[in-house]
């Protein structure tokens, strides 16, 4: 495998004393997986104290961890011939309703079928390049199982211009969740700190401690249910799985969540009552980007783009209407 040659160098916080050797390159390197990591370990490029390191060593609060990274390959996505339902596109940008099970850009275990490539295959190479070559045209990015509005920039300018937008949060996204149980109040904030799990690598956490960012999220309850309900919710910081964290913590995680919630799907029956209907409703989680309002980088104008919820979210919604409804929202 061949290496860089600068060595990264990285002191071990008290938080992750008693973490694997592999597991805390990998929270560190998250570009890279724990299978290559643990490559890089057996080929001699980590060190620990000056020493050589096993993956699963448990690591110690000071100790100084160097390494020597893989370089990672620079290729564009390969262009795919995959239907997009782009809802608004001009010469400057795109916007795209993503269909939940898609991943936004190659990443380990998914080098094919993804946004990145299809959009290589219908836009071509007028994309920005301003987030990388791998990832041609994307400004930001949803979970693979989240649906909904994504925006695409077809040149760097416009990259950059929604990029200033992102990172000043004058950017508005709107998401619609349907959710396990009914918070007590009808609206309010979240606002709690949000960093890596500390020992479930795919996973973030609430945390108060050094490694975690601030999260901001609002929060309205649309309709009630009797064990569900139906939200739209307003991150106002960008944090990876704000929204799923920030509902897991509230006690109300998103239906269907297989990482912060406690079931996989949802069926016909469990929602009617009824054990002899096993038709299944929803098998990802259930959250939608619904709306997104930004200014054009190059008009000037305010600009809102909305996707219509999916069928799977909106065949759940109508049973619930249906079959579990408990009354208007309080005027509290």
């Keep these: ?39 890089v370990i057996a080929a001699g490029g980590v060190r620990v104290d000056d020493r050589g390191g096993k993956p699963a060593y448990r690591l110690k609060p000071g100790q ?121 109040r009808d609206r309010d904030w979240i606002d709690c700190p949000i960093g890596f799990h500390p020992h479930v690598r795919e996973k973030m956490a609430i945390r108060h401690d050094a490694t975690s960012r601030p999260a901001l999220t609002f929060y309205e309850v649309l309709e009630r249910f009797d064990g569900f309900a139906a939200m739209k919710l307003l991150p106002k910081t960008g944090r990876t799985h704000q929204i799923r964290v920030h509902l897991h913590h509230l006690g109300c995680p998103v239906l269907c969540d297989r990482q912060y919630g406690s079931r996989r799907l949802i069926t016909r029956g469990e929602i009617r009552r009824d054990p002899t209907d096993e038709t299944v409703l929803l098998d990802r989680q259930a959250l939608h980007a619904r709306r997104v309002r930004f200014v054009h980088p190059v008009s000037g104008e305010r600009l809102e783009i909305e996707a219509p919820l999916p069928g799977d979210i909106l ?18």
């Excluded at 949803?142 to 990029?163: C, K, M, Q, Y």
């Excluded at 065949?315 to 509290?332: F, I, M, N, Q």
Aim: include cysteine; aromatic fraction near 6%; hydrophobic fraction near 35%.
């Design 1 to 39: 495998m061949p290496l860089s040659s600068q060595p990264v160098e990285l002191t071990v916080e008290a938080v992750e004393a008693g973490h694997r050797l592999d597991a805390f390159l990998a929270c560190h390197f998250p570009d890279y997986s724990r299978v290559h990591l643990r490559r």
């Design 315 to 332: 065949a759940v919604l109508e049973e619930l209407r249906r079959c579990r409804r408990v009354g208007p929202l309080s005027k509290k």
């Design 64 to 184: 100084r961890v160097s390494i020597v990274l893989p370089e990672i390959p620079r290729q564009s996505p390969r262009p795919e011939n995959i239907p997009l339902d782009i809802l608004y596109q001009d010469e400057h940008l795109a916007v795209i309703n993503k269909p939940p099970g898609m991943v936004v850009h190659p990443a380990r275990g998914h080098w094919s079928g993804t946004l990145a490539s299809a959009l290589q295959y219908h836009f071509g190479p007028t994309l920005s390049v301003g987030g990388g070559v791998c990832r041609p045209g994307i400004v930001h990015r949803l979970d693979r199982d989240t649906s909904g509005v994504i925006l695409v920039a077809r040149n760097d300018p416009a990259h950059f211009h929604l990029s200033r937008q992102f990172a000043s949060r004058s950017i508005e996204k709107e998401y619609f969740a349907l959710v396990c149980g009914c918070p007590q």
